[in-house]
């Protein structure tokens, strides 16, 4: 590996534009781990985020180092109603719909009464029959079938932006080790606020969809889908302040009587 070549300025501004694009693209991935995870045992659920990341920089690594390999999954396998569909096409099909059938589920154990009662009073859960927790190893199974889908998409966009191997490993290094540090954040504060689970799954069916279309060859520019979660996060963002607000409010107006009787 030749690490000279991060002396040249283009070099640089190539790192910098793959690393970007790693992290836009590896938000995805990181909010899936977040909310697969969150269903375990919370003793269990540090490790197997780790053990998400890990594998993601492991596929992403793997994918990187077999380009030849890479190039060939472009290539059209066979052809469904006029369409031609490469080994690219099936893997972000199969990944996309994998993805949509996911949060579907999680979206319906949220507004199921029974479950959104166990979400919102945990203490009832002892008052039922205990609900088997989901095993550790089948979620990383789930982890590693989106990590794949993730990677590939990640990595084929890279292969198209430089045709250095050495700048895609660091930029792929750079943005896991930044996913990593903001895994746990992460993790805390969807649990804080579990409306943002619900905005989450919406943003993974939709994800969802754009790999199904990309699949099909139905290109859906990134960056309308990516301005949709960032709009949809600023209005949820100005809710939980408003909301936050109105709690302070009535905090004060509770307040203000009880200090006008103690004095």
């Known amino acids: 590996m030749d690490l000279s070549i991060f002396l040249q300025p283009a070099a640089l501004i190539s790192l910098a534009g793959l690393i970007a694009l790693e992290l836009v693209l590896a938000v995805d991935n990181l909010i899936f781990i977040t909310i697969v995870t969150?269903?375990?045992p919370e003793a269990q659920q540090p490790s197997a985020r780790r053990w998400g990341l890990t594998l993601a920089v492991v596929t992403r690594l793997m994918l990187l180092f077999s380009a030849a390999w890479m190039?060939?999954?472009t290539?059209?396998?066979?052809t469904i109603f006029g369409e031609e569909i490469s080994g690219r096409d099936l893997i972000l099909i199969v990944g996309g719909l994998?993805?949509?059938w996911k949060a579907t589920m999680e979206i319906h154990e949220r507004v199921t009464p029974a479950a959104a009662d166990e979400l919102e009073e945990p203490e009832k859960k002892s008052a039922q029959k205990p609900k088997r927790a989901p095993r550790y190893w089948p979620t990383i199974g789930q982890i590693m079938i989106l990590d794949?889908?993730?990677s590939l998409d990640s990595v084929i966009t890279a292969i198209g932006l430089t045709r250095h191997l050495e700048i895609?490993?660091?930029a792929v290094l750079v943005s896991v080790i930044i996913m990593i540090i903001a895994a746990e954040p992460l993790a805390r504060f969807v649990n804080r606020n579990p409306n943002v689970v619900m905005l989450a799954l919406a943003f993974?069916?939709?994800i969802g969809m754009?790999?199904?279309g990309e699949g099909f060859d139905f290109d859906i520019p990134k960056v309308i889908i990516y301005s949709a979660m960032a709009f949809s996060v600023t209005v949820e963002a100005l809710n939980m302040l408003s909301r936050r607000a109105k709690l302070s409010s009535t905090f004060r107006d509770i307040r203000k009587p009880d200090e006008a009787g103690g004095n």
């Open 38 to 40: 969150n269903r375990l």
């Open 71 to 73: 190039i060939q999954l």
């Open 75 to 78: 290539a059209p396998w066979f």
């Open 98 to 100: 994998f993805l949509i």
């Open 148 to 150: 794949i889908v993730f």
């Open 168 to 170: 895609m490993v660091v």
């Open 204 to 206: 993974l069916v939709m």
């Open 210 to 212: 754009t790999l199904v």
